[in-house]
């Protein structure tokens, strides 16, 4: 009886110790198994983020940004006319107008021709009118303007005129005139700042209150 007993104890223990190690075994199983896991996901994880920078960074190919202005100078070009007519531009004479002379006074025509020898050049309106002595100094008021014809554009190729009318009022009727003799007239073209110089011997007053001379507008001729 004591016999089978002992020699059954060592059996148990040993089927024990067997089960055990099956047990351990599968944990072992387990537990490697969700690592694998753990680590495909990471693995996947990591090679999304490095993908994700790479993809984002690819620059668009032929993409170019469109200029915030159009640079100077390449828009629609704008239609351009001829030049102003200024001074340097022009030569000037004084010519009777048949019929032109009154017993008050006389009536001229003042021609400003186009000597440049370029291109063409415009102006319109009024030029202004002064006399000048012999020293080239203004002698009394500057003309007053005649609305006889209104001002329209006049256009100037190399040589040829524009006329305007020019009124004399004779200076000795006039007892607070303070006669001078005078050799010249001073005029400015149109909207220019500039002067030429048209030889013209008359009579002016040295009282700048008396307006002998009255200007028309420029037409063309």
Do not use: F, H, W
């Not at 537990?31 to 994700?52: E, F, I, N, P, V």
């Not at 305007?164 to 050799?183: M, S």
């Amino acid at each position: 009886m004591n016999n089978r007993n002992a020699a059954s104890r060592p059996a148990s223990a040993s089927r024990r110790a067997l089960s055990l190690l099956a047990l351990l075994a599968l944990s072992g199983s387990a537990l490697a198994g969700c690592g694998s896991r753990d680590d495909d996901g990471g693995g996947d994880a990591a090679a999304s983020s490095s993908a994700s920078p790479s993809a984002s960074a690819t620059p668009t190919v032929g993409a170019t940004p469109a200029p915030a202005t159009s640079p100077a100078g390449t828009g629609g070009a704008a239609a351009t006319g001829p030049a102003l007519c200024t001074a340097d531009m022009l030569s000037g004479t004084v010519e009777d107008i048949p019929g032109g002379a009154s017993a008050g006074g006389v009536a001229r025509a003042l021609v400003l021709t186009n000597a440049s020898g370029g291109g063409a050049c415009t102006m319109m309106g009024y030029p202004g009118v002064s006399y000048l002595d012999a020293a080239g100094q203004q002698v009394g008021a500057a003309a007053g303007r005649l609305d006889d014809v209104a001002a329209t554009p006049v256009t100037l190729e190399p040589g040829q005129s524009a006329a305007a009318e020019l009124r004399e009022t004779v200076a000795q009727k006039y007892g607070e005139c303070q006669v001078q003799d005078t050799a010249s007239l001073l005029v400015y073209p149109p909207e220019d700042t500039t002067s030429l110089t048209v030889a013209y011997p008359s009579t002016g007053c040295l009282n700048g209150d008396i307006e002998l001379l009255q200007v028309g507008a420029l037409q063309a001729r």
